[in-house]
Structure formats: structure tokens, C-alpha cells
């Protein structure tokens, strides 16, 4: 094995069967997925969708490829055919955009809703009153199935900052959970800091440098 083989099994591993492992591939070359896809792991996560797509024409078509970046509406037609979650449902205008293109498609896309647990700039996501709309207007939707939360905490070095956010996105999906049965997906989680998102009952994260070493820009 080399070593981003040996990298994937060792975290799959420590994390469990109990938590998916998205290994974010963006900027990495093909070579180094399909070294990963040996070792039997489907889930790849990608942030631009040309990237994504291209990487979809060339590789195996039994991988589950996830779109975790912001998404523009104008490009959701070129991911549609083949997506097998958007974790970035972060506005009304993009879930009735995904519908459309995956009614379209003759398709159902599940997508995770993006809410916004960190008060930094950077990051996209909707609020809680935000996201109760879209989960009340779902009925609408042939094309959608919503079945879960994604967040991305505050890059700092403050554990109790990031703790205090990874709990208030459980705090919602347990709401949300109560009376949505399909709401399955707490996405939260990365390199530095997912072992706190699992204690705080992630059951997905998305893990790029660890496997593939840092990545280039």
C-alpha cells in the first residue's frame, strides 16, 4: 500500500462503521483517487463542480461523488446527472434550481442543508429560521430529498469555540429530526478538528489532507 492507502484505512479505522468518511480529492490529481478507490472507498468529496464533473467522465462510475463547496445556480445542470449528495444547500433559489435539474434528469438528489454555525464571513449557510423554510417548503419539491445538516466550524485554534458549534448544529438536527424521519446526515468535521465533530455525533466527515497530504492552492 502506499502511503495515502495506508492514510484512508488508518482513519476509516479509528472512526468506525458508524461514521462515512468523504475523502476531499479537490485539486488532486486522478491518479491519487483512484489509489484510494483500490482500497474499496467510494466517497469523494469535490468543491467546484467542472472539477468535480471531470474527474466523474474519467474515473469509475460506482463512486459517490459529493459536492461540498457553494455551488452557483448556473452550474447545478453539469452536476445533476450523477451527484449523489450536495452538502452546500445554502438558499432557496439553489434548492429550487437542483429540483428543477433533477426532475429533469429523471432523479431525486439528496442534499444536506448548510447551516451557519460560524460567525465568520467567509463561510455561506443559512440561519435556523432559514432553514425551517426550506425544510416546510420540501413538500414542493419532486426533485429534492433533504436528509440531513452540514456545517463547517470556525478556523481557530479555540476548542471551545468549535465545541460550542458542532453542538448547536446536533441541537438542530435533533429538532429537525423530531419530525422529519428521513433527516439522517450530521455532516461537521474536517482534518483538524472531525474527532470533536464525532463526540458531538457527526456521522460524516470530510477528511482531505490527512489522506492526501496538504493540497496545492
Not at 435539474?101 to 444536506?112: E, F, G, S
Not at 463561510?123 to 452540514?150: P, T, W
Not at 429537525?176 to 424521519?181: A, N, P, S, T
Request: proline share 1%.
Amino acid at each position: 500500500m502506499d502511503s495515502i492507502q495506508k492514510s484512508i484505512v488508518k482513519i476509516k479505522k479509528e472512526v468506525g462503521e458508524n461514521v462515512l468518511v468523504v475523502a476531499v480529492s479537490k485539486t488532486k490529481p486522478v491518479d491519487a483517487i483512484k489509489s484510494v478507490y483500490e482500497t474499496g472507498h467510494r466517497d469523494f468529496g469535490e468543491n467546484k463542480v467542472q472539477e468535480m464533473t471531470s474527474k466523474h467522465d474519467d474515473l469509475p462510475k460506482d463512486i459517490n461523488w459529493h459536492m461540498i463547496g457553494h455551488i452557483q445556480t448556473n452550474k447545478v445542470k453539469y452536476l445533476a446527472p450523477y451527484v449523489s449528495l450536495i452538502h452546500s444547500l445554502d438558499s432557496l433559489k439553489l434548492a429550487n434550481e437542483i429540483n428543477k435539474q433533477a426532475i429533469k434528469n429523471d432523479r431525486v438528489i439528496n442534499c444536506l442543508i448548510q447551516y451557519r454555525i460560524s460567525n465568520e464571513e467567509t463561510k455561506f449557510g443559512l440561519n435556523e429560521n432559514e432553514i425551517m423554510e426550506i425544510i416546510n417548503l420540501e413538500d414542493n419539491y419532486k426533485g429534492i430529498r433533504i436528509i440531513g445538516l452540514m456545517g463547517m466550524a470556525s478556523f481557530v485554534n479555540n476548542k471551545n469555540i468549535i465545541d460550542s458549534e458542532f453542538k448547536k448544529l446536533k441541537l438542530l438536527f435533533d429538532k429537525i429530526k423530531h419530525i422529519k424521519k428521513e433527516f439522517k446526515i450530521i455532516s461537521m468535521g474536517m482534518t483538524l478538528d472531525y474527532n470533536l465533530a464525532i463526540e458531538n455525533g457527526s456521522n460524516m466527515i470530510r477528511i482531505g489532507s490527512k489522506i492526501f497530504g496538504e493540497r496545492n492552492a
